[in-house]
């Protein structure tokens, strides 16, 4: 009776054969979404292309015990005696090379970002696989998502360089996922927290025999993905601390609970941590960071943001934060004129095309750009994360080719022999197909002599 009625209802003013396609593209959407989150464009730069390991995912759950419960502290109050604590949940997502040739389950399920609609994401992980084990440990990457977000928001890259020799851990940040969205304070103090904790716990299990990463995961060479409160917790963790005006603000965290992130306080950055990346690291443009707290940074950095950021800023976010932390290597990769979804987030689930009421917009403004197709954002960022892990978690000086570029990418020369081979005058951006390397802007500096 519902389709009869819509069909008659649409024939009167569009006619039976758009009334077809119509229906036709819903059932599609509806019931047989894709979602893929392992798209490889045919533009897509070389090391965004899958790698030789076969690919396993399981989910794992940890708790945080005794941590400061920011959900139960009223910043009009005057301040408690005695700080309410909690022991705080944390949901992981771990993808990691499996044995040649696993078959089973490869959908993900995640909640879409109105925190209620379940959707399918399909990629090449399979659920449960059996893990690869050799006489080597592979490095460890965490990634940790925006707020609000959750662990598969950057699911397209945890899967990608999984299968390139790395174990990925993605955490569902609590107060901060699309159905635990609570007081920013919470996300404000506990971020960088949560991605320590993580980082000692999945040491933990790669040395206990009962666990499926024993062996597996060498924790001691670790790596860090944040993207936006993400970006802001792995700012912290590469050794930076937080402004005194941010940490005494009453408009942040209430009762000085910031306090432990604040610069001359907090302890330096984790010596396990080998390098961060950071997509549009929030913060500085709120002076949560300033040049004289960034110098105290001492991982190397990679920096991934988008021209017309407004969300974390550009010119006085993610660019200042990379000219700022003046004693590392660190370079800033620019999506021209992308937004704050630049390179990190993944698709948008064919779902999300849908006004939603509560949120006040369409859910699919949470995952697109403006200007810059999902896909090749995602095949963008891949690559040069890709060659950015390799060069500081695998020691690989190959991929110094991919990084030591001409900053304006329009600005390249294609030059190349009959045999493709480069020719001297050949300035194009390694990796990039020719006509493809276009709106970007890759920058470099050197630690300050």
């Not at 989150?37 to 533009?43: K, V």
């Not at 500085?284 to 990679?302: G, I």
């Not at 990796?431 to 276009?438: D, V």
């Given at each position: 009776m519902r389709l009869e009625f819509i069909r008659c209802s649409l024939t009167k003013s569009m006619g039976l054969k758009s009334v077809f396609v119509v229906l036709s593209l819903g059932f599609t959407a509806g019931i047989f979404a894709e979602?893929?989150?392992?798209?490889?464009?045919?533009?897509?730069?070389?090391l965004a292309a899958y790698g030789e390991h076969s690919i396993g995912v399981r989910q794992l759950e940890v708790v945080n015990a005794d941590q400061i419960d920011m959900l139960k502290l009223d910043p009009t109050k005057t301040q408690p005696t005695e700080l309410p604590h909690y022991d705080r949940p944390l949901t992981l997502e771990v993808w990691y090379p499996a044995v040649k040739g696993s078959q089973g389950n490869t959908t993900l399920k995640a909640y879409m970002r109105d925190g209620k609609t379940e959707v399918d994401l399909h990629g090449k992980a399979v659920r449960d696989a059996k893990p690869e084990t050799g006489e080597k440990a592979f490095p460890l990457v965490l990634v940790s998502h925006g707020y609000p977000g959750n662990r598969f928001l950057l699911s397209h890259l945890a899967e990608n360089i999984a299968s390139k020799g790395y174990v990925v851990v993605s955490i569902d940040h609590t107060d901060s996922t699309y159905r635990t969205k609570a007081a920013f304070s919470s996300t404000l103090v506990n971020r960088a927290v949560d991605q320590l904790f993580v980082l000692s716990q999945i040491e933990a299990m790669s040395q206990d025999k009962n666990s499926f990463l024993y062996g597996l995961v060498d924790a001691s060479n670790a790596g860090l993905i944040g993207y936006s409160m993400g970006g802001y917790g792995a700012v912290i963790n590469a050794g930076a601390g937080v402004t005194e005006r941010a940490a005494s603000s009453k408009m942040g965290a209430p009762f000085g609970t910031l306090k432990r992130h604040q610069s001359g306080i907090k302890s330096k950055a984790d010596t396990r941590l080998k390098t961060i990346v950071a997509f549009a690291p929030w913060g500085?443009?709120?002076?949560?960071?300033?040049?004289?707290?960034?110098?105290?940074?001492?991982?190397?950095?990679?920096l991934i943001a988008g021209s017309q950021d407004d969300v974390s800023g550009y010119e006085n976010g993610t660019r200042a934060i990379w000219q700022g932390m003046t004693n590392v290597d660190r370079s800033l990769l620019t999506y021209d004129n992308a937004n704050h979804n630049a390179g990190a987030v993944m698709p948008a689930p064919e779902e999300s095309f849908v006004y939603d009421k509560t949120l006040g917009f369409n859910i699919s403004e949470h995952y697109i750009d403006a200007a810059w197709d999902n896909a090749r954002m995602n095949n963008i960022a891949q690559h040069f994360v890709s060659a950015w892990l390799d060069k500081y978690l695998k020691n690989n000086g190959a991929m110094n080719a991919y990084l030591d570029l001409i900053p304006n990418s329009n600005d390249g020369v294609y030059a190349v022999d009959d045999e493709g081979n480069p020719k001297a005058t050949n300035t194009y951006w390694k990796?990039?197909?020719?006509?493809?390397?276009?709106?970007?802007?890759?920058e470099s500096l050197s630690p300050s002599k």
């Open positions: 979602n893929r989150i392992d798209t490889q464009r045919p533009d897509a730069p070389d500085m443009n709120y002076q949560m960071f300033s040049n004289d707290t960034l110098k105290e940074v001492s991982v190397p950095m990679l990796g990039f197909p020719k006509r493809t390397a276009k709106g970007l802007h890759f």
